[in-house]
């Protein structure tokens, strides 16, 4: 009887777990509020991990060093001639990195490719990180980092493109150099870090100290001091802000608050069974 017991406890259970409504469905990187987004490039020497920062060549952060990236910007509609935003930070993040990087002169890449290079569907990109209403693609670049570094100024001197002259040097730095000066500062501004950075005469690497752009320590704050985050539909991706609670996740949480409401006011008939129920256990 007891054996009998067991058995029907066990499949109830199962039941219950199987037919409950989802309680939680991740968010969507397309419906982020972002407001910018960026490529973080990272590769590995002799075992040892590098990222590539480049220099501020105008504005208020001129002279410091962040990563390749921007603001969201506008779209013009060829047909209808109407102007919306950048619909996905994936968009954004390919524009400005393939416009600061001059990747059609550095590594031969269209804007397509870029795009599909940094996508989340490739086996390039290790995390999406949401923070500060930026997304920065950390994106690993060991394919095309050395050609990069030997014809970075020599197409820097030969684009007509003002959006390519954004920035006029580039360093590498190594990631546990960078994660300790982030870790150990108490604020966004006056952080800086030993970097290599490549002299554009003799086109060899100097050892400096470089200055960091604030923003670029804000929104990588959250990430290299291992703060809480949400995971995003693929494990990289983490939302260290403002979480985007889209549409598949409100009928998980209306089907919660039905099973809520549905608890607290039983009917007669499942109060008798249940009751019937507990006493036939307890026999």
Known sequence: MLKTKNIVVSFLLTS???????????????????????????????????????????????????DFGGKRDLITDLKTKKKYLEPHPVITAAREFYEEAILDLTTNLSLRSTKDFIDIASNNTE????????????TNFGAYQAEFFK???????KTKSSHSKEKDSVARIKWDTLTSAIVNSKFNTGVSVQAEVLNPRTRKFETKQISLRPFFVKKMRPFFTGQNYVPGEDKRIRFYDSVPLTSPIKPARKAQQRSVQQIKRPTKASASWWTRFKNWLAS
């Not at 397309?30 to 960026?38: L, R, V």
């Not at 999406?128 to 693609?137: D, E, L, R, T």
């Not at 014809?151 to 820097?156: G, M, Q, R, V």
């Open 127 to 138: 995390y999406i990180i949401a923070s500060q209403k930026a997304v920065i693609y950390v």
């Open 16 to 66: 219950l777990i199987f037919s409950s409504a989802p309680l939680y469905t991740a968010p969507r990187l397309s419906a982020y509020p972002f407001g910018a987004a960026s490529v973080l490039l990272v590769f590995i020497i002799n075992g040892t991990k590098y990222l590539i920062v480049s220099r501020e060549a105008h504005g208020i952060d001129v002279g410091t060093y962040d």
């Open 151 to 157: 014809k970075f100024y020599s197409a820097l001197a």
